[in-house]
């Protein structure tokens, strides 16, 4: 469905990423992690449009995206020209990669701002105090990329059945968490029950493609693997 939202707040979560909340108008309804497609005022050329998941939960009474912001991208220059108070279209909801509410189980590997729609899953999970046992693998370059880190520090205290693992490739001397890129080692120490889990990937092409190899080396069948696909045009 095609609706008109108000933009309410922005918020800023590392250097380059920030989060864009509207108002949710009362007849909208989504499954968590679905994804919007946005347009955007672009000058006199018309409209710009992009798929972005909801990061926002369906417990929650606002609808929120949330984009790593690269200048000199069409896209992202669009977005940092937006303001509070801005009305703007939205087309929704659209997608597959959505929990599963009847799975004990689940493993969540991310990269970077693929973290996005396991906010909304993980937020979804713990308001509605779902028993699904869910563990994160979250990589990213440093401490100061980490997008959330609190919020899912929070929902940790909150869910018992909830963990989050994060590893750095160019950690400082104050990281005393896991290093390198999410692999099998990792994935063995910190999740000894991985054979029983459903995985669900979510983050750049060339690491969704290694996660997807990793998991083969980890004998994961196809079937208990989700993958996060938008459209191409």
């Given amino acids: ?3 008109k939202a108000v933009l309410d707040d ?3 979560r590392t250097h380059n990423v920030k989060s864009y909340r509207f108002s949710r108008p009362s007849s909208f309804e989504y499954v968590a992690g679905q994804y919007m497609i946005i347009f955007l005022p672009n000058g006199n050329e018309g409209l710009l449009k ?3 998941t909801i990061s926002s939960s369906p417990t929650e009474d606002f609808i929120e995206v949330t984009k790593k912001l690269t200048p000199g991208h ?3 220059d669009a977005m940092t020209s937006i303001n509070v108070g801005d009305e703007l279209e939205i087309d929704a909801p659209y997608g597959q990669f959505v929990l599963k509410e009847n799975k004990n189980k689940i493993a969540m590997l991310s990269g970077g701002i693929g973290i996005t729609p396991f906010r909304s899953m993980c937020r979804y999970s713990t308001d509605s105090n779902l028993d699904t046992n869910i563990v994160i693998f979250y990589g990213n370059k440093t401490s100061k990329d980490i997008v ?7 929902m940790e205290n909150e869910n018992k059945n909830f963990k989050i693992v994060n590893t750095l490739t160019r950690q ?3 990281w005393d968490g896991h290093t390198g890129h999410i692999n099998a080692n990792l994935i063995k120490e910190e999740l000894p029950d991985y054979p029983q889990r459903l995985f669900y990937l979510c983050g750049p092409p060339r690491m969704m493609n290694t996660m997807q190899d990793l998991l083969q080396e980890l004998d994961i069948s196809k079937e208990k693997i989700m993958v996060e696909k938008f459209p191409t045009n």
């Avoid at 959330?148 to 929070?154: D, P, S, T």
């Fill in 1 to 3: 469905m095609k609706i």
């Fill in 172 to 174: 400082g001397s104050n």
């Fill in 148 to 154: 959330f880190k609190q919020e899912f520090e929070q």
């Fill in 74 to 76: 069409e896209f992202s």
């Fill in 50 to 52: 992009k798929p972005l």
């Fill in 10 to 12: 922005i918020i800023r």
